[in-house]
């Protein structure tokens, strides 16, 4: 058993118990909300797109959609929660958000 096998998980844990929640994006919440309004799936896609630091074949690849699809579903994304997804800074708020705010991944 290696530290490294480990380290990253414990550090999530971590994370999780000093964050306050009230710390994390608010968008979260909204894009959560607007799925269950309108039946999309755009938190799911966020989180995606997120983890894998904006690959959109990957992405696609994931989601089982198609990559032109991904780019809609990030440019719909990105107009309803009035964020530039292209800012790293916004990129790494929204991901240690869905960090502090799921116990495993989404």
Do not use: F, W
């Given at each position: 058993n290696l530290c490294e096998n480990y380290a990253l998980e414990y550090m999530k844990s971590k994370f999780r118990e000093v964050i306050d929640a009230?710390?994390?994006?608010?968008?979260?919440?909204?894009?959560?909300?607007?799925?269950?309004?309108?039946?999309?799936?755009?938190?799911?896609?966020l989180y995606e797109y997120l983890v894998c630091e904006r690959n959109q074949t990957l992405v696609a690849q994931r989601l089982f959609i198609h990559r032109n699809s991904?780019?809609?579903?990030?440019?719909?994304?990105?107009?309803?929660?009035?964020?530039?997804?292209?800012?790293?800074?916004?990129?790494?708020?929204?991901?240690?958000?869905?960090?502090?705010?799921?116990?495993?991944t989404v």
């Open positions: 009230e710390m994390t994006s608010p968008a979260l919440a909204k894009l959560r909300k607007y799925d269950i309004d309108n039946k999309t799936d755009y938190y799911h896609t991904l780019i809609c579903r990030i440019g719909r994304i990105e107009e309803i929660l009035q964020v530039d997804l292209g800012s790293e800074r916004e990129r790494l708020y929204l991901l240690l958000s869905y960090l502090a705010k799921e116990t495993d």
